[in-house]
């Protein structure tokens, strides 16, 4: 990605013509404001964590789970929200495993 501003906790949206290069297969239903309301979730919960790392070392950098999402007002159960979850793998932007979502720095 050409963004150098990684360390930047500004939330930077996904543009139409990033979500457009992702695969039809991958981004299924969803639409451009579903994946960014997600990321946007996302994004604020690992700024929030990584600002409070500095003070005191705990686990709040663990991956989100589903349930934490849920929890948070985001929709990432089913095909559709599932997509959501892999266009944003797909652009780089967060890592998927067993554990959760991680979002990349």
Do not use: W
């Given at each position: 990605?050409?963004?150098?501003s990684?360390?930047s ?12 290069s992702v ?17 946007k ?5 690992f700024?929030?964590?990584?600002k409070?790392?500095r003070?005191h ?8 789970t589903?349930k934490d ?5 985001v929709?990432?159960?089913g ?13 780089g932007?967060?890592?998927?495993s067993?554990q ?6």
């Amino acid at each position: 990605s050409s963004s150098s501003s990684s360390s930047s906790s500004s939330f930077q949206p996904v543009t139409e013509a990033e979500f457009m290069s992702v695969s039809k297969l991958i981004r299924g239903k969803c639409t451009l404001s579903d994946v960014n309301q997600v990321y946007k979730v996302i994004s604020k919960h690992f700024v929030a964590a990584s600002k409070k790392k500095r003070t005191h070392r705990t686990d709040e950098m663990r991956p989100l789970t589903i349930k934490d999402l849920t929890g948070m007002g985001v929709k990432v159960s089913g095909q559709t929200g599932e997509a959501k979850l892999k266009v944003l793998r797909a652009l780089g932007i967060i890592t998927l495993s067993s554990q959760g979502v991680v979002l990349v720095a």
